[in-house]
Every structure is written in structure tokens, then in C-alpha cells.
């Protein structure tokens, strides 16, 4: 895997073979489990399950990649996913989830701070953009956003705000972008998977 387009597209195939197996997560507070689907997986498990299927499916080499690797000037921040051979990766890349219904099919009203909030301390989008421009990584570095469509709730909106704010901050290379469809849950039914190379300014 060399280019993101490739890395967008391997991601949202592995969405859809793990969500086949229909994968069950549970509530983190009750323990009640939910609906069979990838859809209700926290974003650390979905990362998980979807990069160890990348690695079955051959797309990503057993020894071609990391989850959760110290920053090298800041190592108590971990980086989802690096990529080639450590320390020097060819890819560093932020994963971030936008799911803007839950499980119940209520609105998720929290999660756009996830996306778009510019205070470090929410750990969003938008500021690990410049988190990644200032790593220290010799390497390329991108962001990665995946999510789920709903009719009354389209992701596009709230990624056009996350392209018009983090441009504000750094330069944000060409939108890469792939369906993800059918999945076997009943409200979190298809997704999309976005990414960026991120540029300092």
C-alpha cells in the first residue's frame, strides 16, 4: 500500500468483510449487546477489526504496519496507524469515526466534536491535523475519516465544514473517498470512508 486512495478503499472493503461476519459490541456502561454490525463498534475497535482484516486480505503486509505508535516528539500521543517499517513509516494516519445516529436511531449530538472542534483537549479531527503536520514523522501523514450514512443525517455537511476548517490550519491534500455498502445493521445500514494527506503550511 503505497497510496491513500488505495488505503481509503482496502479500509471500506474491510468495513464491509468484517461487518459480513456480523461482528456484535456491547455497551460499554450495561453490557447489553447490540445489534449484529460493524456500525455499533467504538472507533479503537472498529480500527481494530478492520486493519487485521486489511492484514488477512493481503493489503497490508503483517509486518507492513502498527496500531497506536508514539509520536516521535511527543510520545505520549499515540498515532493510530502507521504504515511500512518503523521508525522510518511511509505513512503516518489519524483515524477518526463520524457517527452521527446511534444505535437506538437518535441523534448522536456529541460526535461533531469529534470532527470539529479546535481545542486539543477533544482529541478531534481537526486538530489532529496539525498534531500530524508537527510529529516529527519523516514520513507522509494523512487523516482518515469513516462513518455512516443516514437519510435525514448525510456525512457530506459535516466533512465539507471539517475541509473549510482544517484548511485553516494546514494544507489539506485531494479528497479520497469510497462507499461502504450494504451493512447488516438496522440503522447504521452504509458508510463512507474519507482521507487527506495532511501538508504543513
Given at each position: ?9 482496502y479500509?471500506?472493503?474491510a468495513?464491509?468483510?468484517v461487518?459480513?461476519r ?20 467504538t ?8 486493519t487485521?482484516?486489511m ?10 504496519f ?10 505520549w500521543?499515540k498515532?493510530?496507524l ?6 522510518d ?6 483515524i477518526?469515526m ?10 448522536n ?9 479546535p ?19 519523516t514520513g ?20 465539507k ?9 494546514v494544507?489539506?491534500g ?11 445493521h438496522p ?14 503550511k
Amino acid at each position: 500500500m503505497e497510496e491513500l486512495d488505495e488505503l481509503t478503499r482496502y479500509f471500506a472493503e474491510a468495513m464491509e468483510s468484517v461487518d459480513a461476519r456480523r461482528p456484535i459490541a456491547s455497551n460499554a456502561r450495561t453490557g447489553a449487546p447490540y445489534s449484529p454490525g460493524i456500525g455499533p463498534h467504538t472507533e479503537r475497535a472498529t480500527v481494530q477489526l478492520v486493519t487485521e482484516e486489511m492484514e488477512r486480505q493481503g493489503s497490508i503486509q503483517v509486518e507492513g504496519f502498527q496500531l497506536e505508535v508514539p509520536y516521535p516528539d511527543t510520545p505520549w500521543n499515540k498515532c493510530d496507524l502507521c504504515i511500512g517499517v518503523g521508525p522510518d513509516w511511509d505513512w503516518a494516519v489519524e483515524i477518526k469515526m463520524l457517527r452521527l445516529m446511534g444505535d437506538n436511531g437518535k441523534p448522536n449530538d456529541n460526535i461533531l466534536m469529534h470532527i470539529l472542534s479546535p481545542y486539543p483537549e477533544h482529541r478531534s479531527a481537526l486538530t489532529d491535523c496539525t498534531k500530524l503536520s508537527n510529529a516529527g514523522f519523516t514520513g507522509r501523514t494523512a487523516l482518515l475519516i469513516y462513518g455512516y450514512e443516514y437519510a435525514e443525517w448525510p456525512m457530506e455537511p459535516a466533512i465539507k465544514s471539517f475541509e473549510i476548517l482544517a484548511d485553516q490550519y494546514v494544507a489539506l491534500g485531494s479528497r479520497n473517498h469510497s462507499e461502504v455498502k450494504p451493512l447488516v445493521h438496522p440503522i447504521h445500514k452504509s458508510g463512507r470512508v474519507f482521507s487527506w494527506e495532511i501538508f504543513a503550511k
